[in-house]
């Protein structure tokens, strides 16, 4: 157990429509970092933010965006749904800017279906 | 864009033997490198890194060896064993604190 939560585990959705992911980040951890998994891809970067601030961005499309509040926690919001965005949204936490010395936390991913 | 590349999709090991996994990278911007290892319905979890300024780090039966000047960095688990099959992301990190993914290899340990 990485001490990161995401829910839901599990989406299905249409395409157009939306959806949000929650995340809720390792205790102390300041950093909260959102990454895609689509079938055979690694792990695409989307964004980055630290203490409720963007830090970093990625790969990320427009009708995506996310948030990180106050509490530390995230939310990954998912909007115009098509069949290509169904993956496996992963959540990783960091106590801070740490990703180069691999103390990156995931959990356990929200694997999201759009029919 | 690719900037970390596996190109082995898969590997099969028999139990004790060593298993070599293998990364390229395009990004020369890259100062530390990481890999993760991913158990099926789990997050990937921190395994080894190694920072640009060494060529070789060990830990327990991991090692992971640098290449700079090929841009290519390997994983070497000795002896491999049963609870090692798992999927091993190889990824690069730049100051930017982005860490950019390989796609992965499968590695399964037979017995």
């Known amino acids: 157990d990485s001490g990161v939560t995401q829910t839901p585990k599990h989406l299905i959705t249409a395409t157009g429509q939306r959806v949000t992911l929650r995340c809720s980040p390792r205790?102390?951890?300041?950093?909260v970092y959102w990454y895609q998994q689509s079938l055979d891809q690694g792990l695409q970067f989307l964004i980055q933010y630290y203490n409720g601030e963007e830090r970093a961005k990625g790969n990320i499309l427009e009708r995506f965006s996310a948030q990180q509040f106050p509490d530390l926690h995230s939310e990954l919001n998912l909007s115009s749904l098509e069949l290509g965005d169904s993956a496996l949204y992963f959540c990783?936490?960091?106590?801070?800017?740490?990703?180069?010395?691999?103390?990156?936390?995931f959990g356990e991913g929200s694997r999201l279906t759009v029919l | 864009d690719q900037q970390v590349k596996q190109n082995s999709p898969s590997l099969s090991v028999q139990e004790g033997r060593i298993s070599i996994l293998n990364c390229d990278y395009t990004n020369s911007m890259f100062d530390y490198f990481l890999w993760y290892k991913k158990y099926p319905a789990e997050g990937p979890t921190f395994l080894i890194s190694?920072?640009?300024?060494?060529d070789k780090n060990e830990d327990g039966r991991f090692t992971v060896f640098l290449n700079k000047s090929a841009k290519h960095l390997s994983l070497h688990i000795v002896p491999s064993q049963p609870g090692d099959s798992a999927v091993y992301f190889c990824?690069?990190?730049?100051?930017?604190?982005?860490?950019?993914f390989g796609a992965g290899t499968t590695v399964t340990v037979r017995a």
């Open positions: 990824a690069g990190c730049s100051n930017d604190y982005k860490l950019s």
């Open positions: 190694i920072s640009s300024i060494k």
């Open positions: 205790s102390g951890d300041l950093s």
């Open positions: 990783a936490s960091s106590p801070g800017l740490a990703g180069r010395t691999g103390e990156l936390f």
